[in-house]
């Protein structure tokens, strides 16, 4: 499910959890994770701070191992995949992070920070080779002209600049998909969406494959409109479909609740606006995860000895195209607001 119509995914997560000692207690950070990017596809992971998003997409590059479960790539398990086609993969997806600052070497200039990669993996040859593609991805990400960045500095640059930085040292190695996580989340809003619409171009221009990592589902409705959004909560995906039908359709309250608090464009609408009210404004802590459906102490939804109870799978959703994490809708059950 959720390879987008692709009979080989280029990354595929089966049944993924992840887990993290603090202290003597066990954190489940992801529960059951199944996922799949084909190529050339953009796909957004929403959610709140500290549902599990950024350990999905490391997870996906390799930074991270799976606690339990398995990663794919191009239908083979990572874990089994040595030397060349390791490496292979190991370029082929590539990460760009929320902070710039930190993710770059302050004390490496943006030609080093770029030569790096080149000369370690061989894409370039020589120093004018190294040179010339240095220049060709400066521009290509609109840092131009290249010879007034090249020699600067991280902390000679603007947010953006740095950010860019980022962008092309990902593109170093020419890889298949790019997690971009929270990446333009500390750059200013007039900044925010020229990498956006840099990001479409590479998609569009290469072929690359996009995971677009946001809190933000107003961004996420904007950057991945014709792809797909995966909504998570306390580690579990609860909808996953294409980005029109997930806006305009949502199925899982908690996508309701995100999309009822979106601003519109007209401040009028924005004020008529009917918000979703939920029972209790509190999220819960992974350290102690609620039974059944995770969401159901703040769901309006509420269906008591059902959502308390039972575990919800992501199912497809009855007359719609998306699938969803939520027992009384994938039952058919019509969902009515708690106490009424």
């Known amino acids: 499910m959720g390879d987008n119509g692709s009979s080989q995914p280029l990354i595929e997560l089966q049944n993924v959890n992840r887990f993290f000692r603090q202290g003597r207690t066990r954190v489940q950070v992801l529960q059951n994770i199944n996922l799949a990017v084909a190529e050339n596809e953009i796909l957004c992971l929403v959610g709140e701070s500290g549902c599990g998003k950024t350990t999905t997409g490391r997870i996906m590059v390799g930074l991270l191992e799976p606690s339990s479960g398995e990663v794919r790539y191009r239908g083979r398990p990572v874990n089994t995949l040595r030397g060349k086609d390791r490496a292979e993969y190991r370029r082929a997806l590539q990460i760009i992070h929320q902070d710039p600052f930190a993710s770059l070497n302050p004390a490496h200039t943006v030609g080093q920070i770029l030569a790096f990669p080149l000369q370690r993996h061989r894409m370039a040859e020589g120093r004018g080779g190294v040179r010339r593609r240095i220049w060709e991805l400066l521009t290509l990400v609109d840092l131009t002209p290249p010879g007034d960045i090249v ?17 092309a040292r990902a593109l170093t190695v020419n890889p298949r998909l790019i997690v971009a996580d929270e990446a333009v989340s500390m750059v200013d809003v007039s900044i925010r969406i020229s990498l956006l619409k840099m990001l479409h171009r590479l998609r569009d221009e290469y072929g690359i494959a996009i995971v677009f990592i946001t809190h933000d589902l107003a961004l996420a409705k904007y950057f991945a409109w014709e792809g797909r959004i995966a909504v998570m909560y306390l580690g579990r995906i609860v909808e996953l479909g294409p980005t029109p039908d997930i806006i305009s359709r949502p199925a899982h309250p908690y996508t309701r609740a995100l999309i009822s608090a979106i601003p519109e464009a007209d401040p009028q609408i924005t004020r008529s606006k009917q918000r979703m009210v939920l029972r209790s404004e509190d999220i819960p802590s992974l350290l102690e995860i609620p039974p059944g459906c995770a969401f159901h102490p703040r769901c309006p939804f509420f269906v008591e000895g059902v959502c308390d109870t039972q575990l919800p799978t992501l199912e497809k959703v009855p007359d719609g195209s998306q699938y969803a994490a939520c027992t009384p809708l994938t039952r058919g059950q019509e969902l009515r607001l708690y106490g009424s």
Not at 157 to 166: C, D, E, I, P
């Open 151 to 167: 020699n600067k500095y991280p902390h000679q640059l603007s947010g953006g600049q740095r950010q860019r930085v980022s962008v």
